[in-house]
T-cell receptor, first 110, second 116 residues
């Protein structure tokens, strides 16, 4: 089993839709969790950290379920500019071991 | 504030040639990393460093060497390039995770390397 798994997609949604991605991780000792977005041929950029109590940043909501070992990202009112690949990242050793999922591709259609 | 800077941005090599990729960060981060990203695959860690003068192997270290002589710089070397090393290489840096919160990675904009 891979350490971090994501549905590769693509998820094709109309503008204004709500879309959710899940990510599962295998290491129960994982310490911190992040969502990054990566545009085509660009570097990954931090979207948001994921906290135990869940957190929200504008249209984006992240949740963590330690018992089931998954994190989720919810995007409300999708914009064309949200089209990208979303990477789930798990860190299990105080910064020494960031493990990236393969990414989920999102296309928001007009 | 430049963040993480990678040079060069593009390079074409012939099999057997050597080269060094440079990563520089101006955020005083302790940790630095080199990744490669291939089509359809996630980022894979090549080597990383937890401080000046220290390096460690990641998931795919074979064929690469690294050095971190200064805190702000992390060099990735290919001694004898092979076509299998054609990839996009990303450097990243981060603070040590502490009680203040989680410390994400910051990425450079990548080096596209082709080995013929």
């Amino acid at each position: 089993r891979k350490e971090v798994e994501q549905d590769p997609g693509p998820f094709n949604v109309p503008e204004g839709a709500t879309v959710a991605f899940n990510c599962t991780y295998s290491n129960s000792a994982s310490q911190s969790f992040f969502w990054y977005r990566q545009d085509c041929r660009k570097e990954p950029k931090l979207l948001m950290s994921v906290y135990s109590s869940g957190n929200e940043d504008g249209r984006f909501t992240a949740q963590l379920n330690r018992a089931s070992q998954y994190i989720s990202l919810l995007i409300r009112d999708s914009k064309l500019s949200d089209s990208a690949t979303y990477l789930c990242v798990v860190n299990d050793n105080y910064g020494q071991n960031f493990v990236f999922g393969p990414g989920t591709r999102l296309s928001v259609l007009p | 504030n430049a963040g993480v800077t990678q040079t060069p941005k593009f390079r074409v090599l012939k099999t057997g040639q050597s080269m060094t990729l440079l990563c520089a960060q101006d955020m005083n981060h302790e940790y630095m990393y080199w990744y490669r990203q291939d089509p359809g695959m996630g980022l894979r860690l090549i080597h990383y460093s937890v401080g000046e003068g220290t390096t460690a192997k990641g998931e795919v270290p074979d064929g690469y060497n690294v050095s971190r002589l200064k805190k702000q710089n992390f060099l990735l070397g290919l001694e004898s390039a092979a076509p299998s090393q054609t990839s996009v290489y990303f450097c990243a840096s981060s603070y040590i995770r502490d009680r203040a919160g989680d410390q994400p990675q910051h990425f450079g904009d990548g080096t596209r390397l082709s080995i013929l």
